[in-house]
């Protein structure tokens, strides 16, 4: 049978480097799917392929679309150890509220109802908050009270949007109690994580360049050292295996990883991450004051997640 490739790179290949990226075993995978080990094998040895409906039921379990499990549309990793987009996302409304605050201390809390077409952030549970509260603070109802209310809207919320809401009431609450800049920086790294933390209110600092743009600095970028240079195989791989790699990495052994590789290698992993987490990664690289035995730890690391997409694709 001829082997089942798109864009040179064997179906099967990419169905074991999903698998290896879980840590599971075609045994562990087979019972999810309700088929038997030996049809995995065969997959992955590109002896059969899996019909539309079980490529469907793979899909699902790995969290892409078929035409990324097949290799016809490219996956940009929007998750990245401690970085995902929900928290990136938070972030983002975060620097909607700080500008809210700033912009209250400037004119007055009413003012902050012309702020909202400016929200960068796209939050709808924002743009309701503030009208809202401000209406029933024209309408001289007790702060308390009114905020109650709105906390009231954010348990209707769908499951998913419910950490957007509480911080929304949480910081919104603190703005009309006139807290200051730090308050309301620590208050919404709260909700989002230490990871966070040390880059509260800089999102849309991070947010000015475009992501051409952020790709563009590492051109020219050296190795670190000469002993740094264990991932310059990588220049030659291709984006799905560098995915797989990606959604496997915490983003503190992914930045020093890419701090000592070649301006190549380090365009090679960052060009698959998804635009807010490109950002991250970026500001993490440019932040990093590391040793050499940090960045080689974290090379092996990359490297021996590599070696199961590189040997079994060279196979």
């Not at 309700?34 to 049809?39: F, K, N, R, T, W």
């Not at 065969?42 to 392929?49: I, P």
């Not at 940009?76 to 620097?95: N, P, T």
């Not at 730090?182 to 991070?206: P, V």
Request: proline letters at 2%.
């Amino acid at each position: 049978m001829k082997n089942v490739t798109y864009h040179g790179v064997a179906l099967g290949g990419k169905i074991y480097s999903l698998r290896m990226a879980k840590r599971m075993s075609q045994e562990q995978l087979a019972a999810v799917l309700s088929i038997s080990p030996a049809a995995i094998s065969k997959w992955e040895r590109n002896l059969s392929k899996p019909s539309i409906e079980t490529l469907w039921a793979l899909a699902d379990f790995f969290e892409c679309s078929i035409d990324e499990l097949v290799g016809r549309t490219p996956i940009q990793v929007d998750k990245v150890g401690a970085y995902d987009e929900k928290k990136l996302r938070l972030a983002m409304i975060g620097d909607d509220l700080l500008k809210c605050s700033e912009i209250s201390r400037a004119k007055g809390l009413l003012a902050m109802e012309s702020y909202i077409p400016e929200l960068k952030s796209g939050s709808k549970f924002l743009t309701f908050a503030i009208p809202y509260i401000l209406n029933l603070f024209v309408k001289q109802m007790e702060v308390d009270e009114a905020f109650q209310f709105l906390k009231n809207y954010v348990t209707t919320l769908p499951e998913t949007e419910q950490p957007e809401g509480n911080m929304v009431a949480a910081v919104l609450q603190k703005i009309f109690f006139g807290a200051s800049t730090e308050i309301l920086q620590e208050l919404i790294a709260s909700f989002i994580g230490i990871d966070y933390r040390e880059k509260k209110g800089r999102m849309s600092e991070m947010l000015k360049y475009t992501r051409q743009e952020i790709l563009n600095q590492y051109n020219d970028k050296k190795m670190y050292s000469d002993n740094t240079n264990l991932l310059e195989e990588f220049i030659h791989v291709g984006n799905f295996e560098i995915q797989s790699i990606l959604r496997n990495l915490d983003n503190l052994t992914l930045t020093a990883a890419l701090v000592g590789a070649s301006g190549d290698v380090a365009r090679a992993f960052m060009a698959n991450l998804s635009d807010k987490m490109l950002y991250f990664i970026h500001e993490d690289m440019k932040q990093w004051n590391g040793t050499e035995e940090e960045i080689l730890t974290a090379q092996k690391k990359v490297l021996e997640l590599g070696n199961f997409c590189l040997k079994h694709n060279k196979a």
